[in-house]
Structures are given as structure tokens and as C-alpha cells.
DNA sequence: AACGCCGTTCCCCTTAATAGAACGAAGAAT
DNA sequence: ATTCTTCGTTCTATTAAGGGGAACGGCGTT
């Protein structure tokens, strides 16, 4: 190929094993038991093809068929991996108590994230825990997933702490997704709003990711200074009021202090 | 090949997508990071072709480089999907504060387990929740990891309460395992164990998967009627005295009975 | 009885993964 | 400094293994 060293430097990738991995990730986005004909219509590949994909991913426990229906899901040795996979899980279990009360006191979803580098999709933040509360259907992300970072109150607040050579690198070699109205998608307006959530130490995430989603969200200092995770409280716009919001900044900001006390 | 239909119809196996497997495995068994050479030379495979099924991992965010080391861990995604994979998540939850009242009042590991088919190896339990306590070292499993059914005292509860047919099927299949002196590996022995069991309401494993390790277990019952998941304390010998264990059979059985009660 | 749908199996062909060697950088040892 | 190792990564020819496509057999419906 082209020149010596082209910046992207494509990784290689194996067919059947990326194959896989598709079939792996499209349970994770219909969330439910899916059956060999229907994979294979989503993905574009052929029965036999996903059929094979499936009994090798069987063999080893990474799905499991539902005997009655012949359809398939995710198997526990994923389940497995995925407690190995996770790094904080002793940040989870310490910070749990702290999320609970959050919840209880405001009786809105609470989420702990911490920030990741996915090399072609730029930042992203990943839930390590959530609190839900008894209102109904919440719209905010599950445990385990990722999004964004620019758009959305925890994101911000570890953009806002990050290496700052990373962050530039990291903006410089994705556009930023527009979701709503409100996401910021200028690196320049991000970069001003980053410095504000410096000084104030907290950020808001107002409807920047999905319309009538508000939120409010705190970083948490590891013990060895630097900002390791971040915490936040969202709700629907028609809760998440303007007269609301000191009281849940407050709030927020006083847990995750506490939080980051107890790491030192 | 030979005859035309042997018994085992040999489910079709992807080579590529198997090997990624493994690599895969090798992380939940060593537990570390590792590099691409030393993957290689525990699998036996060649260096390019481990390099080639870490870097389409990657590509998905199924295992992540560190930058540093050059040595590659578990990624995200594999959270993800493990949440998502674990059906009992609502029971977990449920049955913590059991399992936690448990733990603080014996001071002895606890945990939270299911049944489960995985069709070569037989039966196995699944780990869905544990309690650890502040003694040191605990050789009992980790969350998400299985071992065999017929050497643990949930394991035990949950066969005992199995369907019968499906029993017969699973312990004809495969010869039980031997760990220690005390593993049961005859079948009819296994069964005698088994009617005793549901009569007496709850299992005792004295030594037969690890010399050393005791365990005491009793069944949750789901809303449906059956047996759907155990609960067990376990320890070091030293501790889980004979004189000691009528308590203990009666603090598991007590919780068993009271999150059965809650489900219904 | 006939149809349609699904998971599963089959077989040929060709693509795509493998084996094996080589490269270049980074440490460790000298 | 220099050599020697060892690592992750890249390259290429060969061939085995995965993909394409059709057919099978069970099941529920019409």
C-alpha cells in the first residue's frame, strides 16, 4: 500500500472472528433472545454462517440456545469475563452506599462512570453503576454501557479533568455527534465549556443527549490525586427544574468530596 | 470420516472465532495482563495469529491494550455484555441484604448461586453473588465463575432439586470429577446424597471439591413452585466446626426460607 | 394435506486465515 | 557503548477452513 506510515494504521481483522463479534454486540442492542434467521437478516450474513458463529460461541458458553424456542442469548461465561473485565469494581462496591443515599434523598437515577479511550470512537464514558429510583421507565443509560463523552454531565466532567495532550488528540481525530439541539459539537465551545466546569467543579448536562434529559453531575479524585470516575444525578426536564438544580449540585458535589476523602 | 452418524453430532466449529475464545478463557484463568507471546505459548499458537485475534478483539472493545506494558486485559465491552447476560440480576439484588446479614453475623463467605447446563462438561453452578468477609485469602470462587454441581453444597441443593429426567440425562453423559477424598463420584451415592438432601432441606459439602473448604447450603424457591437458585455459607475447616455447624445450617436455611417467601 | 417458517446440515469453491520468517524498537546484560 | 534478547508487529505464500447457497426435517398453521 500507500506511503510508510499513513497515520490510521488499519489493524487487521479477521473476518469470522469480527463476524462474532457483531453477532455478540447485536444482543447488547436488540436486548432480548434472537433467533439464527434473524441475525442473519440484520447483519447482512448468510443462516449457515450465523448458525456456525452460534454453536462455536455455544461450545465455549459465551451463548446459550433456549431450547424451547431454538433462539439464542448471551451465555454466563460473558458474564464471567465481564465481572474480570471491570477494573472498578472495588471503586463500585465503595462508592455504592454514597449512591444510594443520593438516590434516596433525591429520588432520581444516579450513575457512577469512569472514562475510556475507544481508539476509533473517540471518548466515551462507561456506567459502573446506576441507582435506579421507582419512577417509571428511565431513559438513562444501563450498567455497563458507553456513550459519548461530550455530551453528557459525567463525560464532561472527566473531559474536564483529563490529560490535557490526550484530550486534544482525542478531539482532534473525531468530529463531535450532534444528538440534540443543545450538544456541543464546536471542540472550541467544548473547550470553554470544560474550563468552566473546572472552576465551578461540577458540570450540567442540559438535554445535550437526548431532549427532556437533564443532569448533574461531580468528579471523584483517586488517592493519587487525579480525577479517576465521576457521579451524577438525571432526571427528566419536568423534575430536574432550574429552582431544583442548586440543591442537587450541592448535593452531588458533597457526595462525591466525601467519596474522594474516603480514597485518600 | 468414519461412520455416519455418531452419537455426539460434533456441532460445527469455527477455527478463527474458537481460538479468539480461548485467548479470551486464558484472561478469566490467569487473571492478568498478558502479552501476545506468552498467549501464544500457553495455547500453543503462532505469535501473528494471536496478534491478529487480540487486534480484532480490540477493534470492539473486547480486550484493551495498555499502553504502557504493550500487554493486553479485558475491555469493556465484555462488562457490557456480562450484565447484560446475567439473567438473575433482579435476584441478586433481591437476595443481597440476606446474603450480607449472613456474612456480618458469621463472619464466613457467602454466596449466591444457580443452576446451569453447560451440555459437555454437565452440570455446573453458576456463582450470581458473593459476600466476603475480612479473613484473609478466601479460596472460595469469584462472581461469575462456574464450577461442577455434584462437589459443592449448592451445587448439590440445586441438583437435588432438579428435574429428574434432565438428571439422569446430565450424569450419564459424563463421569463426576474426583477433587478430593471426599468427592462423590458414583452416581448412586450422588443420589442417596441427593434424597437426603431434600428431605433434611439443606446440603453439606465437607471437603469434596477443595481439602479444607466446608460449605453449608439451602434452596431458594422461585414464585413458580421450583427450586431456582441456593444460597451457601462456607469456610476453612478451623472454623466451620462440627459444633458450630447446626447454627449455621440453621442461619442459611432460615434466609433460604424468608427470600423464598419474599418471592412469592 | 399442504404450506411456510425455522434451526440445522451439506458440499463445493474460493477466499481468507495460518504458518513461519523477518522486522524494528526497547530493555537487559555485558 | 555494545551486544544480545525479547517483545509487539508486519509480511507473504500456501492451503485449509470458512462462506455461499441450496436442501433437509421438524413444527405449527392454514
Known amino acids: 500500500m500507500g506511503g510508510k506510515k499513513t497515520l490510521p494504521v488499519e489493524k487487521p481483522c479477521i473476518q469470522a472472528l469480527d463476524r462474532a463479534l457483531?453477532?455478540?454486540?447485536?444482543?447488547?442492542?436488540?436486548?432480548?433472545?434472537?433467533?439464527?434467521?434473524?441475525?442473519?437478516?440484520k447483519l447482512g450474513y448468510y443462516k449457515s454462517t450465523v448458525y456456525r458463529v452460534l454453536a462455536t460461541l455455544e461450545g465455549r458458553g459465551f451463548v446459550q440456545q433456549n431450547e424451547l424456542t431454538g433462539?439464542?442469548?448471551?451465555?454466563?461465561?460473558?458474564?464471567?469475563?465481564?465481572?474480570?473485565?471491570?477494573?472498578?469494581?472495588?471503586?463500585?462496591?465503595?462508592?455504592?452506599?454514597?449512591?444510594?443515599?443520593?438516590?434516596?434523598?433525591?429520588?432520581?437515577?444516579?450513575?457512577?462512570?469512569?472514562l475510556?479511550?475507544?481508539?476509533?470512537?473517540?471518548?466515551?464514558?462507561?456506567?459502573?453503576?446506576?441507582?435506579?429510583?421507582?419512577?417509571r421507565l428511565s431513559l438513562t443509560p444501563p450498567v455497563g454501557s458507553s456513550s459519548p463523552a461530550h455530551c453528557s454531565g459525567v463525560g464532561k466532567v472527566l473531559l474536564a479533568h483529563a490529560d490535557r495532550s490526550w484530550l486534544?488528540?482525542?478531539?482532534?481525530?473525531?468530529?463531535?455527534a450532534k444528538f440534540t439541539e443543545n450538544t456541543i459539537t464546536d471542540p472550541r465551545v467544548l473547550?470553554?465549556?470544560?474550563?468552566?466546569?473546572?472552576?465551578?467543579?461540577?458540570?450540567?448536562?442540559?438535554?445535550?443527549?437526548?431532549?427532556g434529559l437533564r443532569c448533574v453531575a461531580a468528579p471523584i479524585y483517586g488517592p493519587s490525586g487525579p480525577v479517576m470516575a465521576?457521579?451524577?444525578?438525571?432526571?427528566?426536564?419536568?423534575?430536574?427544574?432550574?429552582?431544583?438544580?442548586?440543591?442537587?449540585?450541592?448535593?452531588?458535589?458533597?457526595?462525591?468530596?466525601?467519596?474522594?476523602?474516603?480514597?485518600?
Open 22 to 41: 457483531q453477532v455478540l454486540l447485536l444482543f447488547q442492542q436488540e436486548k432480548r433472545e434472537l433467533g439464527v434467521t434473524e441475525i442473519a437478516a
Open 71 to 114: 433462539k439464542y442469548w448471551l451465555g454466563f461465561r460473558l458474564y464471567a469475563l465481564g465481572m474480570l473485565a471491570n477494573r472498578f469494581m472495588g471503586l463500585r462496591d465503595l462508592v455504592r452506599p454514597w449512591l444510594r443515599e443520593l438516590g434516596e434523598r433525591y429520588q432520581e437515577t444516579v450513575h457512577l462512570a469512569v
Open 116 to 135: 475510556n479511550d475507544n481508539r476509533e470512537n473517540g471518548a466515551e464514558i462507561i456506567v459502573i453503576d446506576k441507582i435506579e429510583t421507582k419512577h
Open 168 to 176: 486534544y488528540q482525542v478531539l482532534g481525530q473525531a468530529p463531535l
Open 191 to 211: 473547550e470553554d465549556e470544560l474550563a468552566r466546569i473546572r472552576r465551578a467543579g461540577y458540570a450540567l448536562d442540559n438535554e445535550e443527549i437526548e431532549v
Open 230 to 264: 465521576a457521579i451524577s444525578i438525571s432526571g427528566p426536564t419536568s423534575r430536574m427544574t432550574d429552582g431544583r438544580l442548586p440543591e442537587l449540585i450541592a448535593g452531588v458535589m458533597e457526595a462525591a468530596r466525601a467519596i474522594s476523602a474516603r480514597l485518600e
